[in-house]
């Protein structure tokens, strides 16, 4: 259905296009990069905060990857400022010894995610599939084994989902996803 199309659409995209990614800060993230087989381009390091914020807004990465030693010196008060340089780059904070291999994956995941930006309705990628799971009449415990969710987490999507809409039911729910095209008439 739409959510295994969009999945298989996601993963060939991404063996396609690399993540671009900038770092700030040590030489342990630079070389657990190196070794990302292709998957991560390294498009700049600085070794400031300040200079972040000026690569962010040149260089528009995909990630941003902050060296703990870094933020420790310097602080996280910069964060909002570094998002503002660039509101479409994700921030990873790898832990402060060695990132280790899971640093690629992290950077994978937050390049994923942070690209989930909501459409022009307010809802993410994942809220319209959840719209349109409960529109197909599944339940909420069908939807979390479904999508790998907890039910509390189905319900506050769905809770989020009304409110964002100004909707009061199920039934308004597949009204509105019958109107908006996630489902076929």
């Known amino acids: 259905m739409i959510a295994s199309d969009a999945r298989v659409v996601l993963a060939t995209y ?6 671009r990614v900038l770092i700030a800060g040590g030489e342990a993230v630079l070389r657990e ?6 998957e991560v381009e390294v498009i700049g390091r600085v070794r400031s905060l300040d200079d972040a ?5 040149a260089l528009r990465p995909s990630v941003l990857v902050l060296d703990a030693d870094l933020t420790h010196h310097e602080g996280l008060c910069s964060l909002p ?4 340089a660039s509101p479409g780059t994700a921030i990873v904070l790898p832990p402060a010894e060695e ?3 899971r640093l690629v994956r992290a950077i994978r995941m937050a390049a994923r995610d942070f690209g989930r930006r909501r459409e022009g309705d307010g809802l993410t990628a994942r ?5 349109c799971l409960i529109a197909l009449g599944h339940t909420n415990r069908e939807i979390a084994d479904r999508l790998v969710l907890s039910v509390r987490t189905v319900e506050t999507h769905r809770a989020r989902i009304q409110a964002r809409l100004g909707l009061s039911s199920r039934a308004e729910l597949v009204r509105w996803a019958l109107d908006n095209g996630l489902l076929a008439p």
């Open 14 to 19: 991404a063996r396609i296009v690399r993540t």
């Open 99 to 101: 990132p280790g291999p």
């Open 81 to 84: 400022a570094l998002r503002r």
């Open 127 to 131: 809220e319209r599939e959840v719209v």
């Open 53 to 57: 914020e000026e690569a962010l807004r």
């Open 33 to 38: 990069l190196r070794g990302a087989n292709g």
